[in-house]
Each structure stands twice: as C-alpha cells, then as structure tokens.
C-alpha cells in the first residue's frame, strides 16, 4: 500500500464566501508581524498569501488546488492509495471555532473518499476543556492523530505553556504530527532571499524543534507520544552525527567513556522520536502530484552510550531503522 503522507487540506469555500474569507484573514497575528491577504495570481486564480514575517511571503493557498475530486484525481494518477490530511501552516494561530470548521472539513471528505483519506485533528495546542474536548471528539471519530505546528510564536513544543496539553495526549497516547513554520523563531538573517527563506528556514525550524525534544527533558515528561516531524524533520539527519552521542569504531579504556559526561536527563530509559520524509511534490501544495510519497520511521535510541549494572559501557546503535 502507498501512502501519502503529506497531502494538505483547505477550505474551498473561503476563496468564494467573503465572510468567511475575513474570519480566516482576521484571525492572522498581525500584532506578531504576520501579515495575510486575498490577491488573484497570474493565471487568474484566487489565492491567500501569508507573509511571515510581514513582507516576507512564506504560504501560498490556490484556488482549486485542494478540493475533493482534484485530489483524488491526483491519487488515481500517482497510484497512491491512502493520504493523510494535514493542513498548509495556518493552524500555528486558528482559533478553535475555525479548527472546528477545518476539522468538520476534512471529516466530510474523509468520509466522501471510502477510507482513502485520513484526517489528523486540527486544535490549538493549549489544554482547556474546550480544546480537549475538540480534541478527543475528533479522535473518538477516527481522526488518526492531532496535528501541530514546530512553533507557536516564539515557543517551541517543548515549552511549559503547552504541558496541560501534552499531557493529555500522553494519557491517550496519541501520535503528534508536527509540519514546520515558514521560518525559525529566531530568522532576521534569512529574510532577504526568498529560497534561503522558504527553503532553508523550514529545515533549520524543524531541527530547532526535534533538538529540543531531544536534549531537554519532552520525552521525559511524555513516554508515551511518538513525535512525527515532516519533510525528513528539516536538516535533522544531516547532522545527526554531530547531535547526537556515539559509540567509537575502535575499543578505547574504560576510563575514556567514565569520563564522558552524560548529556541525557536520563540514562534508564530509551527514547523514540519519528519523523517523516515527504518529498517536494511540484508547485501546488495539495496533491501525490506525479510523485509517489514514501514514509520511513526511525526509532531513536536516546542513550547512545549506557553503563550497565556493573558500571561498564554499552554501547547501543545510535539508530535503528524501522520502515
């Protein structure tokens, strides 16, 4: 079975209901130098441009690109048989009335499709009982998962604002889906040039984000999450080496190990950590396109190097690849 695996979801009707269309506008943070807009590109279509910052365009929604029968269209012609549904980057500051609106969206397409499509819940990140509530509806009605952003304004997932939330799908167990924000928290070097910007900063945002939930104490406070970081979680594996600890190639004393300090919260437990390689699939934010998206998960062994019970080193493979 092909899965794609990051087939994105929008609302059709907001590119021809005006109100609707200001509801979804009025709700970008302009006060955190976010800018939105509705402008009609070169070929005549509609489209929501999202600035971020504000002069800086970073997410470019098009009429036409995400309803129903264009995506599977696209599935048929790619051979891929199952997508996941995840929203382009607007969820970092919907409120939940429009949460719910994207959510009812996705359900009713998901349903239109046979089991073709399968939605990820759409909330924001913060664990009042309306959130939850939304939260676990969606859940209890087979939504596969809840879908987040790297970054809500200048906090990544790691952060305490967001434990009542975390905490709450930790007791569920529930898989966390997280899609990268245009640019990194910290990005004024990377503003002048659009494919620095775009590209580049996206990657430097999710390895921002997966570093913290490794090196603080995320698993830690939640065992029971799998995190599942898009677009191959940034630049992550490129210097995963560097990251991360790991056993030598050759035998060295004991004393060399002894002295290496552990940069673990805890050395008694293994951590995982997902993520998810998705191909760029063309211009258009919404489809498998021509393009066959694959998924590979890799288990993450927190402690590279551990003592066992009689104070020698163990050494334990960095990673353990799981398809």
């Known amino acids: ?16 209901d005006e109100t609707l269309c200001e509801q979804f506008l009025a709700e970008v943070p302009r006060a955190y130098d976010t800018e939105g ?9 509609r489209q929501i441009v999202i600035e ?5 365009p970073g997410l470019n929604y098009i009429e036409g690109d995400y309803t129903l029968e264009k995506r599977l269209a696209d599935m048929d012609e790619a051979g891929v048989d199952k997508a996941i549904l995840k929203l382009p980057g607007c ?44 939260l676990d509806r969606r859940l209890d009605d087979g939504f596969a998962g809840v879908q ?40 004024e070097s990377l503003l002048a040039y659009d494919n620095l910007r775009r590209s580049y ?7 921002t984000a997966i570093g913290r939930e490794i090196f603080g104490d995320f698993f830690e406070r939640y065992p029971n999450i799998k995190m599942v ?23 060295m004393p004991l ?29 258009r934010h919404s489809s498998p396109a021509r393009l066959t998206c694959w998924v590979q998960t890799i288990l993450f062994l927190a402690r590279a190097i551990r003592l066992n019970a009689s104070g020698s080193p163990r050494v334990s493979p960095a990673f353990v690849p799981r398809v």
């Not at 971020?52 to 800086?56: E, F, L």
């Not at 951590?271 to 699939?281: H, Y």
């Open 148 to 187: 987040l952003c790297a970054h809500y304004g200048k906090r990544y997932l790691d952060d305490r604002v967001f434990s009542s939330f975390f905490e709450h799908l930790n007791e569920r167990n529930v898989t966390v889906y997280v899609h990268h924000v245009p640019v990194p928290v910290e990005n």
């Open 91 to 134: 969820h970092e500051w919907m409120s939940l009335e429009m949460c719910r609106r994207f959510n009812d969206g996705m359900a009713a397409d998901a349903k239109a499709s046979n089991g073709r499509l399968i939605p990820l819940v759409a909330v924001p990140p913060f664990g009042t009982k309306a959130n939850l509530e939304e």
């Open 52 to 56: 971020m910052p504000a002069g800086s």
């Open 229 to 251: 970081h898009s677009m191959l979680g940034g630049a992550y594996f490129a210097f995963k080496e560097m990251l991360l600890p790991h056993g030598p190639k050759r035998l």
């Open 201 to 207: 900063g996206r990657c430097v945002d999710q390895t």
């Open 255 to 283: 004393d060399v190990f002894r002295s290496i300090p552990r940069p673990f919260p805890s050395a008694s437990r293994t951590t995982s950590i997902s993520t998810c390689p998705m191909p760029s699939l063309g211009a």
């Open 1 to 16: 079975m092909i899965i794609d695996a990051n087939s994105y979801w929008f609302d059709e009707r907001i590119f021809h």
């Open 37 to 45: 807009y509705l402008t009609v590109n070169s070929v005549g279509k």
